[in-house]
């Protein structure tokens, strides 16, 4: 039976269109990642996204490996879209990394993209996904193969949408071209990795899909947990910590202890000044970008949503707290 949520939900979000399409995603949107079905069990993930929907959070970011063992998250997050209004939520999925062993088993092939989104359908009993990413460029299957398998997902039914995740911005503009060309589904979204700390998207990534009118969804928008408040401030950034095993290692390894005291503490003050914490500022600091959809956010706690949620009560930066923020990382 699907449960009673708060009726004033869709009055707290902030809902921005993505890209050329007539999709309207949540600024803040909520990611299942190791969390769900990984770290945390199906209590917590239910009590979670209850509160993201009342929130206004409609979109929930899946993918076939996420969770422990791969694919739990889709089997504990499945169970819980069962009680919630399916035609009010966008659920996405994922394919792209190692599923099950031989060599159809990862990467972009025809035959492992079908066969990943009918597992995932199978894992969290939906009829089909609103959303179906590439979750990683595949540099030995040719991009008409992998695109196009996309494109059949959505002539089954099995997805509205498609996306890429983590291309280059010549990869991108490579299956952008072959879409054009072979007249494919076109690609409504993008999710790469940004935040204050890395920035690369926007030299290499952002001008191609501010030019193709493709919407951006960041992921990791706390850098992994460094920008999530004051548990890194003292610079000592432990080795078995998120930040040093995740997609921040790379910036961690390049930074000192010192070094990385100054910026945190740097930024906290900024956040501070503007009335934010150092998770909100990063919040509203990646949505700051004209083609930037949604952050992709992980919450172990309601409490932790809500935090985010109240970033959007301040997403306007002054130019002098742009120069600030460029000063301290190094942009």
């Known amino acids: 039976?699907?449960?009673?949520?708060?009726?004033?939900?869709?009055?707290?979000?902030?809902?921005?269109?993505?890209?050329?399409s007539g999709l309207l995603l949540p600024a803040v949107s909520l990611g299942a990642w190791e969390t769900y079905g990984g770290?945390?069990?199906?209590?917590?993930?239910?009590e979670c996204m209850?509160?993201?929907?009342?929130?206004?959070?409609?979109?929930?970011?899946?993918?076939?490996?996420?969770?422990?063992?791969?694919?739990?998250?889709?089997?504990?997050?499945?169970?819980?879209l069962k009680d919630m209004p399916r035609d009010e939520v966008i659920v996405s999925s994922k394919a792209g990394y190692r599923m099950w062993p031989g060599p159809y088993g990862e990467w972009g092939?025809?035959?492992?993209?079908?066969?990943?989104?009918?597992?995932?359908?199978?894992?969290?009993?939906?009829?089909?996904?609103?959303?179906?990413?590439?979750?990683?460029?595949?540099?030995?299957?040719?991009?008409?193969?992998t695109m196009g398998a996309l494109d059949t997902l959505v002539k089954q039914g099995k997805a509205l949408y498609i996306g890429v995740s983590s291309y280059t911005g010549v990869q991108f503009e490579a299956a952008q071209q072959v879409v054009l060309r072979e007249h494919l589904a076109p690609i409504?979204?993008?999710?790469?990795?940004?935040?204050?700390?890395?920035?690369?998207?926007?030299?290499?990534?952002?001008?191609?899909?501010?030019?193709?009118?493709?919407?951006?969804?960041?992921?990791c928008p706390l850098a992994s947990g460094l920008l999530s408040g004051s548990k890194y401030l003292d610079g000592a950034v432990p080795a078995d910590s998120r930040p040093a095993r995740e997609w921040a290692s790379a910036w961690v390894a390049s930074k000192s202890p010192a070094e990385t005291k100054r910026i945190l503490t740097g930024l906290n003050t900024i956040a501070h000044d503007r009335g934010q914490s150092l998770a909100q500022m990063a919040v509203a600091w990646v949505l700051r970008h004209?083609?930037?959809?949604?952050?992709?956010?992980?919450?172990?706690?309601?409490?932790?949503?809500?935090?985010?949620?109240?970033?959007?009560a301040k997403l306007d930066f002054t130019a002098d707290e742009l120069a600030r923020i460029d000063a301290l990382t190094g942009a």
Do not use: W
């Open 290 to 312: 004209k083609g930037m959809v949604s952050a992709v956010m992980g919450a172990s706690r309601p409490e932790q949503i809500e935090q985010n949620v109240a970033a959007l």
């Open 39 to 46: 770290t945390r069990d199906g209590d917590v993930a239910r």
């Open 188 to 219: 409504l979204i993008h999710q790469p990795y940004y935040n204050m700390l890395g920035r690369t998207i926007e030299a290499d990534l952002l001008p191609h899909t501010d030019r193709a009118g493709v919407g951006v969804i960041a992921f």
């Open 109 to 145: 092939s025809r035959k492992y993209i079908i066969a990943s989104c009918d597992q995932s359908l199978r894992r969290t009993g939906l009829e089909y996904f609103d959303i179906f990413y590439s979750h990683r460029f595949d540099p030995n299957t040719p991009l008409e193969e």
């Open 50 to 80: 209850f509160r993201a929907f009342d929130l206004g959070i409609t979109h929930f970011d899946l993918a076939n490996n996420y969770g422990t063992p791969a694919g739990n998250a889709e089997v504990v997050c499945g169970k819980i």
């Open 1 to 20: 039976m699907t449960r009673s949520f708060a009726k004033d939900r869709y009055d707290r979000m902030h809902y921005r269109r993505c890209g050329k």
